[in-house]
């Protein structure tokens, strides 16, 4: 039996944000501390309201736009990293140790999230889930299906995240 969904998908200019990480690998190495211009796209796929929307376009977008603020101009550092450690200090250091590396910067420039590495994968789903629980907040009455959301380290490569309602859908 035929079946048709109904999503919006977004991918602005202004969904970017520069932001400094580093990458640990399996292996234990890690890269050098550098930054990158990420590119946000995401798809919202849901119930069509009696209006004909999703969502409407103008009121989600500066809910992803809010997000990208917010991580803009920061170095990013993975807080559940087994081995990595942040801390912050009295006077408002935080100060980051992996094996013999030592780091400090202050504390308005680090943001600590929950993930346990900085990669676009991680970042992504870190990204799709802080979304998805805006757009509940600030759109209870939506009836979100599924969310594909993508964060583009460099042209061309980028880590997907990928959620579905699975009572809806």
């Known amino acids: ?8 998908d977004l991918s602005k200019e202004n969904f970017k944000f520069s932001a400094a990480h580093f990458l640990i690998f399996p292996d234990g190495s890690a890269e050098r501390l550098h930054g990158h211009n990420y590119r946000v796209t995401c798809e919202i796929e849901g119930r069509l ?3 004909g929307l999703v ?12 997000l990208c603020d917010w991580l803009d101009e920061h170095w990013l550092v993975a807080a559940e990293h087994p081995v990595l450690r ?4 009295e006077d408002g250091i935080v100060e980051v140790r992996y094996l013999d590396r030592y780091y400090a910067a202050p504390r308005e420039d680090v943001i600590l999230l929950p993930i346990n590495n900085t990669s676009s994968e991680n970042l992504a789903a870190w990204f799709g889930r802080e979304l998805r629980q805006r757009l509940r907040g600030h759109f209870p009455e939506a009836q979100l299906i599924r969310l594909r959301l993508s964060v583009e380290e460099t042209s061309g ?6 959620w579905q309602d699975d009572i809806q859908g």
């Open 55 to 66: 969502l409407d376009f103008k009121l989600v977008k500066p809910v992803v736009r809010e």
């Open 86 to 89: 942040a801390s912050e200090r």
């Open 1 to 8: 039996m035929p079946s048709e969904r109904w999503a919006i």
């Open 157 to 162: 490569q980028r880590g997907v995240y990928y």
């Open 49 to 51: 309201t009696e209006h």
